[in-house]
């Protein structure tokens, strides 16, 4: 994280000032007395009084040692510790209350004196130090938002991403996203598409279709001589896929079994519309073409050719007259017949074209002209000389094996969306060499890409980079910045800043009980978040006070969302400003929030003191201490309390003191806006379902309050993760031949597990390529498969031992291969024990069970687990497919925050790894896994799959060796996200060699 957690936007940092100065300030006198004096005469004196007698190295309350802070030079070795005395000591959470208490002065004195020997330190390292900045790779939504204006393209590409890691509350942290496998996959198929959307490779082509290879439909029919012969009505239909929108022929080559008054009637449609209709009076010997001028657009189309007229007279005295068929020999579309529009991508940035009879040095320089600014909008900066050159040579070999100037623009389009100088942003000063200078100013292009990702998420537009290569945009800064803030495109500050930042993407997961909460539906969830959303827009558009989010006699609300909160006079499906009394302003009265912070069956004042301290305070609680479990039902006296005196009871314990008194001011906030009553659920009457035993007039139910989704899972959570408790892994399997499994019993069991597995190409299923082609010799594979909440394992554990075990029910199916199955049983993986870190088995039973490594315990970016067995294998084994291994799984990853008792979630996410800080990420869409394992060149001829391998391995070649200049320039924990990008490519090198 380093220093990004204390860089938090504005609005947070002026909010958490306004709500927490009343409460923490103390007054300095005038001239107060110098430090170090200070720390004699009050500071040690304090110490020893209150707080040495508990955390001294002997006792070690709460693993809190601070007999170091009263030695000299305590402050510059545990700045860390000395914030967290200075917290604990405002708030009044220490002493205890069952110790003596200091008096006010005493208290206020010494945390005057602790305030300005922390505001001094800080002025210290500001002047030598700025803090590191990471390299940030693009989350999804700001390819998503780069590809669109620098493009102007209509697809989502990122959308087919793997999820972007979460930490602390975002997924713009530089030091939780990097760059595994299967996102470098996907970054070069989003590229290839969108280079192919982008730049128009146009030539006319001819879509060709014989009749007998195709389906029929409503009707019955057989082959001769090269046609298909329909005997009724109905006819044949063609899947073919139209790469351009404009006018094409439409052919069919056919003739007709004249019989009865009037030759075959044949139709000839597109995607069910008939085209035209012909008579077709030509017959076997002399078989004609018909056609059709059809207008189209791009994608895949339907052509059919139909038989109108059947006919048959089986008593007519000619043999000859009694039946009429229709005989089709192809179906052909060819087109366009005239260029089509032209992207827009294509009219700005091909702006020269070299003559068809252009020698290669011309059309050389003619590539050079149009990739060189290409590169520099997308690389947010000037590009170098050698990069166009390098982007000029990909032009050339697409020349050089036959394709056209366009085909070679794509392909370089292709590597400069998977070069490292656009996925990541790198402040990198082209005209200077590295320093150790600590302090650097940002050159012009830098400082237009902070400006731009921070707050439209998207590449600097136009203005910005003419600005910074004039070198003026630092002394216009405040006028791009209104600027900015005044384009619509500043929308995507709400959603990518506030909708995080206040937890508003827990929402989408928000399921209550429809029995207890009936009124409940899809539009008013819609609505609560809307709500919050405009008012944060409001603040930010109207330059208002951030103190309006706390109290805004205002809100937005549509006619749901007022009925809900029973405000009249409000129509209409759109929000509008109302406003609001007194009890309900700001964000602590709105729906969205205390939906977010309750539980499904009852509001949670915890969860809403620690959304208070996290969100407005930027203060998150410690993780619990050990000792300081949940809330338990010990016994009837205790279960039968409200969950008031429940928790006052739990409060009372000495490890639970200090975490609920930290929270106390939140809870506070909490119950002041009447959290107990502020947001009600109002059941309507529900309708007849018929024949279930309900009125048609539901009875009314008494009113209840709004709860929220799914168990809490740390100060973060972007995903829902199971809460029963993992049962340790003690047996597993190992199947070298699982021939018996089929692909829907694996995808079925896929749904409920993560696997980390090489492709599968010895498996009982294979692709329609495989099929064509001569099959391979079975290799080796390995699957593994985590079932994190447990088995019954009488269910899953053979009986006996040696070739003649017994097979419960469910391996039955494994009956045929019990010779070559092998059961290991009463196994433990030693690296999931605690070995003294306390609580924490879930991101233990995760971070060892590929791994076997004890992972170390932090929530921070420093995770260190182990390298997984599926990655050892996968070096050994897996050069020969195209991607070595893959993790599958159902619910997205997070690399940092705390999940699990102070471990990072990384740990509780992640089985495979391939380092020990690396983790890689999971496809946990079942359509993109099917793909990945089963389709990949599905259609491709040998020669174009050839072709396609040749200019990849082009595009990485570049890639690597423009990552190997970045990383020239960075600092050892950026050079370690650059080596992950490579350790990427060379993945997906190896089986393109």
Not at 80 to 96: D, G, I, N, S, Y
Not at 809 to 829: N, Q
């Amino acid at each position: 994280m380093g220093n990004e957690r204390r860089r938090r936007w504005p609005v947070e940092v002026a909010l958490a000032g306004a709500v927490v100065s009343l409460a923490l300030s103390t007054a300095h006198p005038d001239e107060p007395e110098p430090l170090e004096k200070g720390f004699d005469r009050v500071a040690v004196p304090f110490l020893k009084k209150h707080c040495f007698r508990c955390h001294d190295a002997a006792h070690r309350e709460g693993d809190m040692v601070l007999t170091a802070l009263g030695e000299p030079g305590g402050l510059a070795k545990e700045r860390t510790r000395w914030r967290l005395v200075e917290k604990q000591l405002a708030r009044r959470v220490m002493p205890p209350d069952e110790e003596p208490q200091p008096d006010a002065a005493e208290r206020d004195a010494f945390l005057g004196w602790l305030r300005r020997m922390l505001a001094s330190g800080e002025e210290k390292l500001a002047a030598n130090d700025p803090g590191r900045v990471t390299v940030r790779r693009l989350n999804r939504a700001e390819y998503n938002y780069t590809v669109q204006d620098l493009l102007h393209v209509a697809p989502r590409p990122a959308d087919e991403f793997p999820s972007d890691d979460v930490g602390y509350g975002f997924d713009r942290i530089g030091d939780v996203l990097p760059v595994p496998p299967l996102l470098l996959e996907r970054y070069l198929q989003a590229a290839e598409s969108i280079a192919n959307e982008a730049i128009l490779d146009w030539k006319p082509v001819k879509l060709h279709a014989d009749a007998v290879e195709l389906p029929l439909h409503r009707s019955e029919g057989g082959a001769r001589n090269g046609f298909r012969i329909i005997y009724s009505n109905g006819g044949v239909t063609a899947t073919l896929k139209v790469p351009w929108a404009g006018e094409y022929t439409l052919r069919a080559r056919a003739f007709g079994e004249q019989a009865g008054p009037e030759p075959a009637k044949m139709a000839l449609a597109i995607d069910g519309k008939v085209a035209k209709r012909f008579d077709v009076e030509a017959v076997e010997k002399a078989p004609k073409v018909y056609e059709a001028t059809v207008t189209l657009e791009a994608g895949e189309r339907k052509v059919t050719a139909d038989f109108l007229n059947d006919y048959w007279k089986k008593d007519d005295p000619d043999p000859r007259n009694r039946d009429r068929n229709l005989a089709v020999g192809y179906l052909e579309l060819e087109g366009p017949r005239e260029l089509p529009a032209l992207p827009w991508a294509h009219k700005t940035y091909v702006t020269k074209r070299p003559a068809a009879d252009a020698k290669p040095p011309a059309r050389h320089a003619a590539a050079k002209e149009v990739v060189g600014p290409l590169a520099s909008r997308a690389f947010r900066r000037p590009a170098k000389p050698e990069e166009v050159e390098r982007l000029a040579k990909l032009v050339d070999l697409a020349m050089s094996e036959g394709g056209s100037f366009e085909r070679g623009i794509q392909l370089a389009l292709t590597a400069i969306l998977v070069s490292p100088s656009f996925i990541f942003r790198a402040e990198l000063d082209a005209t200077k060499e590295p320093t150790d200078a600590r302090l650097e100013v940002l050159d012009e292009f830098a400082l237009a890409t902070r400006l731009s990702y921070f707050l439209w998420s998207s590449v600097p537009d136009e203005e910005l980079v003419k600005e910074a290569g004039a070198q003026t945009l630092r002394k216009s800064l405040e006028v791009q910045v209104r600027r900015l803030l005044a384009d619509p495109k500043a929308n995507r500050l709400v959603e990518q800043f506030a909708v995080q930042w206040l937890y508003l993407r827990r929402l989408d997961a928000f399921a209550p009980d429809p029995k207890t909460f009936p009124d409940f539906d899809e539009e008013l969830r819609a609505a609560a978040r809307g709500e919050t959303q405009k008012l944060f827009e409001t603040v930010l558009r109207e330059n208002r006070s951030v103190r309006d989010l706390i109290d805004a006699p205002f809100t937005f609300a549509n006619e749901r969302l007022a009925r809900h909160y029973g405000i009249e006079g409000v129509r209409g499906s759109e929000l509008r400003r109302v406003d609001l009394p007194p009890e309900r302003r700001g964000l602590l009265g709105h729906a969205s929030v205390l939906m977010a912070t309750s539980n499904p069956t009852r509001t949670s004042p915890v969860k809403r003191g620690r959304w208070v301290l996290e969100v407005l305070l930027d203060d998150p609680p410690p993780p619990p201490l050990p000792g300081a479990d949940s809330l338990k039902d010990e016994g009837t006296p205790v279960a039968a309390k409200s969950l008031r005196a429940r928790l006052e009871l739990h409060r009372q314990k000495k490890e639970c003191a200090s975490c609920h008194g930290l929270a106390r001011l939140a809870l506070a906030a909490g119950r002041a806006v009447r959290g107990e009553e502020a947001v009600r659920l109002r059941p309507r009457p529900r309708p007849d379902r018929g024949g279930r035993g309900r009125s048609r007039q539901a009875p009314r139910r008494p009113r209840a309050r709004l709860q929220a989704p799914g168990p809490h899972r740390g100060p973060h959570e972007a995903r829902r993760v199971p809460q029963a408790p993992r049962r340790r892994r003690r047996e597993g399997m190992a199947v070298n031949r699982p021939a018996g499994l089929t692909r829907r019993a694996f995808l079925r069991g896929a749904a409920g597990a993560a696997l980390a597995v090489p492709l599968l190409d010895s498996w009982a299923w294979t692709s329609r390529r495989a099929e064509a082609e001569p099959a391979p010799k079975p290799k080796l594979r390995f699957l593994f498969i985590s079932t994190p909440n447990g088995m019954h394992m009488p269910q899953w554990t053979p009986r006996g031992e040696g070739h003649d075990f017994e097979l419960p029910p469910l391996l039955e199916p494994l009956a045929p291969h019990r010779k070559e199955l092998l059961v290991l049983s009463g196994l433990t993986i030693d690296g999931g024990r605690p070995h003294g870190d306390g609580p924490g088995d879930h991101a233990r039973a995760g971070a060892s069970f590929l791994t076997t490594a004890h992972p170390r315990k932090t929530d921070g970016a420093d995770i260190e687990a182990g390298v997984s067995v599926d990655q050892v294998a996968a070096k050994v084994m897996g050069e020969s497919v195209p991607f070595p291994s893959v993790e599958l799984g159902t619910d997205p990853s997070a690399q940092s925050g705390s999940c699990d008792s102070g471990y990072s979630c990384a740990y509780v996410s992640n089985l495979s790894w391939s380092s020990p800080s690396t983790p890689l990420a999971k496809e946990i869409n079942p359509r993109r896994a099917f793909e990945r394992l089963f389709l990949d060149g599905e259609g491709l001829t040998p020669d174009k799959r050839a072709q396609r391998d040749r200019f990849r391995a082009s595009v990485l070649d570049a890639a690597r060796d423009d990552a190997k200049r970045v990383k020239a320039r960075l600092g050892v924990s950026d050079k370690k996200k650059l080596d992950e990008y490579l350790e990427a490519v060379r993945a997906f090198e190896k089986p393109l060699s």
